[in-house]
């Protein structure tokens, strides 16, 4: 497998990378999905509590691992380090969006959210503003946004399965598209079978697998090549010269605007994703959805402050192989083709090394415990959004526990069937479609939480008004320019707009916008309710609140507290 | 409450200089921002971005987490025993944000 533009399989599979069973390896992820589903299977759950929101019971270092395996997924274990490779200094606006996010998150949002205290994140934009349609159209767009994100995993986990297992090609399907049925029937069930209980005990398993993986990964793979010893984070700067200037200048491969806008909307993104938010439902108390954010923030660094190291040593063994017979730097940065490698970088760099076949079979299965845990996080806020919002909220309102939970789980079932269908011909790379996901959540339902939990006067027709439009500035750009790469040749119909307006960064657009909207017929209609103004003081309120309790069961029941 | 909230516009306008003050620095003087950090032989622009904005993220987030400790302390609030009813503090707060100030 030589030259720049030869490809495997339907230009899914990298070059240079061997597929073929691989007993180790083998055994490693199919021990390691063992656990998943045995650890599942002991925390399942039987009611609703313990089913969305693992009975409000998760500690601080718990939960941190939780948000770090939530947050890594396949495009931050494998996509990432393909982006930095590929797009050099404009690669490092999705390390910097993906990580400072938690930082507003943590200081706007995190506590508060865990004082409103529901189940789900259109629970709070229904119960916030009053208002059936705006739960719904929160649902649909977390749903939206767990299949967007989904699609991407689904993508690295059958990319890591086939060069761990061969391949396995069946009724007519190639080896890839089988791998996707097969690994998606494993998440699906362990997720049916084990709820958010079991489903966040396996995360913080789940964490220590990847994490231990990755930095396994890069130290030896720096060790052994002599890059770095005990500092890869810091050491790799000194290779950075000699690979290029495409791997630094500032720039090069994409203009500031773009720059700015993409790292603006992974950071609102970040403030806005479902799957995210609900990891404060699940904590005991505020103070450790505080503490908790500073965890996961720092466990989440421990893989992203690699990364880019991580990158810089691929590229080097890329550079040096004698199997790719080219170089990153005559490639001029990377084209489209050998930039393939670099989906799986992580995994192919360990083979580039030459260490042992168990060895690159761990720093794999990691990849896979990266996808399997952010996808358990997006099905469930997904299924929660169809069972608890969608069926019981606005459907049947008297449904039993029995019926929630059988509900949810036919919702899971559902996004897996979607998903695996997307994911078989999957039209754009994990990294773009996760972004879109982001822009997404960043123009919807960021400006509803931020001012939702900020302006009391915020009322229903005003969050009506800013969701719509959100929704509007975020369909412009994908009708623009991700609609023609599947119907005609791939070039935006308006090349201005999406200059101005990139589907990776409309939020940078979307959120002052939806904000000025939102004010403005706020402003215009009435305010809402004292109820509702009394809940959302009381998310800022310092005084303590109980462990089940939510912001409106105070403003119900303990009026006393309230003497505004 | 007023305590609170200088912390939070403190960390967040330290937060956006961490995170954008590096890129917009690249785009205003980019030959001064892509010069080799001796030593450690990084480009400027590239340590910044990669290394200190989300580390410098991770250093604001603690400090945050310590001063609201500390405003709690300050306050007298304590979150180990979750009271169940949230009147019972014997100088109930005002939850419009001024009275514990």
């Known amino acids: ?564 | 409450m007023r305590d609170h909230l200088r912390v939070i516009w403190t960390g967040f306008i330290a937060w956006a200089i961490l995170v954008f003050g590096p890129v917009f620095a690249t785009i205003a003087a980019p030959e001064t921002m892509t010069s080799q950090i001796p030593v450690i032989e990084f480009p400027l622009h590239y340590f910044l971005v990669a290394f200190c904005a989300p580390s410098g993220a991770l250093i604001l987030s603690a400090w945050y987490a310590r001063k609201r400790d500390q405003l709690d302390a300050k306050y007298g609030i304590d979150h180990s025993e979750p009271t169940g009813t949230a009147g019972s503090a014997e100088d109930a707060t005002a939850t419009d944000g001024g009275v514990d100030q």
């Open chain 1, 1 to 564: 497998m030589t030259g720049t533009g030869t490809l495997l399989q339907s230009g899914l599979l990298p070059q240079g990378m061997d597929v073929s069973f691989k007993l180790a390896p083998a055994v490693l992820v199919l021990g390691m999905l063992a656990i998943f589903l045995l650890i599942g299977f002991v925390f399942r759950v039987a009611d609703t509590e313990d089913m969305w929101v693992a009975g409000r019971s998760i500690g601080n270092i718990e939960n941190g691992m939780a948000i770090g395996a939530n947050w890594m997924s396949a495009a931050s274990y494998l996509g990432m380090a393909a982006l930095i490779a590929l797009s050099g200094f404009y690669g490092l606006a999705f390390v910097v969006g993906w990580t400072t996010g938690y930082f507003i998150l943590l200081i706007f949002m995190a506590a508060q959210m865990r004082r409103f205290g529901k189940y789900t994140a259109p629970d709070f934009v229904g119960d916030r503003f009053n208002s059936d349609t705006a739960r719904g159209i929160a649902a649909v767009t977390a749903f939206l946004i767990a299949f967007v994100y989904a699609i991407g995993q689904a993508r690295g986990m059958a990319l890591v399965g086939l060069y761990i297992f061969g391949d396995i090609g069946f009724a007519g399907l190639s080896g890839y598209q089988a791998m996707v049925i097969v690994m998606m029937a494993i998440t699906v069930l362990y997720l049916t079978l084990s709820g958010m209980m079991g489903a966040t005990k396996n995360m913080a398993v789940q964490y220590v697998i990847l994490i231990g993986a990755f930095l396994a990964g890069m130290y030896v793979v720096g060790w052994t090549q002599g890059y770095s010893t005990v500092l890869p984070q810091i050491e790799y700067g000194m290779l950075i010269s000699e690979l290029g200037s495409e791997f630094s200048e500032p720039f090069a491969t994409a203009s500031p605007y773009l720059w700015i806008a993409t790292c603006f909307s992974l950071v609102v993104g970040t403030c806005g994703l479902p799957h995210v938010l609900v990891r404060f439902y699940t904590v005991e108390n505020e103070r450790t959805a505080r503490w908790s954010t500073v965890t996961g923030l720092f466990f989440i660094l421990l893989l992203y402050l690699g990364a880019p190291a991580y990158t810089a040593f691929g590229v080097r063994l890329f550079d040096v192989n004698p199997n790719t017979a080219t170089t990153y730097a005559a490639e001029g940065g990377m084209s489209a083709a050998t930039a393939d490698v670099l989906v799986v970088l992580v995994v192919v760099a360990a083979q580039f090394a030459n260490l042992p076949q168990w060895f690159v079979g761990f720093v794999a299965a990691g990849g896979i415990a990266a996808a399997i845990a952010t996808t358990a996080g997006l099905f469930i806020t997904g299924s929660s959004a169809v069972s608890h919002d969608i069926y019981v909220n606005l459907i049947n309102e008297d449904a039993t526990q029995r019926q929630q939970i059988l509900v949810g789980r036919l919702g899971i079932v559902a996004l897996g069937v979607l998903t695996t269908l997307a994911a078989l011909d999957p039209a754009a790379p994990i990294g773009a479609l996760v972004s879109y996901a982001f822009s997404l959540a960043g123009s919807v339902l960021f400006p509803m939480f931020f001012l939702g939990l900020w302006w009391e006067n915020t009322n229903r027709q005003g969050a009506l008004a800013g969701m719509l439009t959100g929704l509007t500035i975020w369909f412009i750009p994908m009708i623009n320019e991700v609609l023609p790469t599947y119907i005609s040749n791939g070039e935006p119909y308006v090349a201005a707009l999406a200059q101005w307006l990139p589907a990776i960064g409309s939020a940078l657009v979307g959120v002052p916008v939806v904000f000025a909207v939102t004010i403005i017929v706020s402003v215009m209609t009435d305010e809402p309710s004292l109820k509702t103004k009394k809940m959302v003081r009381q998310c800022h309120s310092p005084e303590p609140m109980g462990q089940q309790q939510s912001a409106e069961d105070v403003v119900t029941d303990g009026g006393e507290p309230l003497d505004d």
